[in-house]
């Protein structure tokens, strides 16, 4: 179905199986959402799989529309390259990424305005908040229709749909 577990296909795993396509990899922060999921490398690399629909992935539009936004394997977020990125965030259907300068970046469904950046634009790749530049934030969290940000100063920022 989606390939949310990383291992290239759809079955269930009853027990744990390592993921053989980051197993050359040293992760550091993993986060899963919906459908899709996030992993963080000791160098700052931003791993992604599973659906992305909305955007949720990171790699922009696909090419090839005969499985439409599926990552079944551990795919890199190239347009995260230039960043060494230090935590993520797995909402229903957006991520979210903390770089090691304290900026948040975030992409995939922004409805509600859960991604922080004013609109309710999909964003197919990351793209910074603006709003938090400046705040040294050191974790983030992300849920079906809402997202936190916490600032090294112990300041909680969050956004999004407020009620329901």
């Given at each position: 179905y989606s390939g949310r577990l990383g291992h290239g296909g759809g079955e269930d795993q009853l027990r744990p199986k390592r993921i053989e396509a980051l197993a050359a990899q040293r992760i550091i922060a993993v986060a899963a959402g919906g459908d899709h999921c996030l992993a963080v490398t000791a160098d700052g690399k931003v791993y992604s799989w599973g659906r992305g629909e909305c955007g949720q992935l990171g790699h922009g539009k696909r090419l090839s529309e005969r499985i439409p936004d599926t990552e079944p394997?551990?795919?890199?977020?190239?347009?995260?390259?230039?960043q060494?990125?230090?935590?993520?965030?797995?909402?229903?259907?957006?991520?979210?990424?903390?770089?090691?300068?304290?900026?948040?970046?975030?992409?995939?469904?922004?409805?509600?305005?859960?991604?922080?950046?004013g609109?309710?634009?999909?964003?197919?790749?990351?793209?910074?908040?603006?709003?938090?530049?400046?705040?040294?934030?050191?974790?983030?969290?992300?849920?079906h229709y809402h997202s936190f940000a916490l600032s090294a100063d112990g300041i909680l920022w969050g956004w999004g749909r407020g009620y329901g």
């Open positions: 394997l551990p795919r890199r977020i190239m347009s995260l390259r230039k060494r990125v230090i935590a993520v965030a797995a909402g229903g259907l957006h991520s979210l990424a903390v770089t090691a300068d304290g900026l948040v970046w975030s992409w995939g469904a922004a409805g509600e305005g859960k991604l922080g950046h609109t309710e634009d999909n964003q197919m790749r990351p793209k910074k908040i603006k709003e938090l530049t400046g705040q040294r934030i050191v974790a983030v969290a992300a849920g």
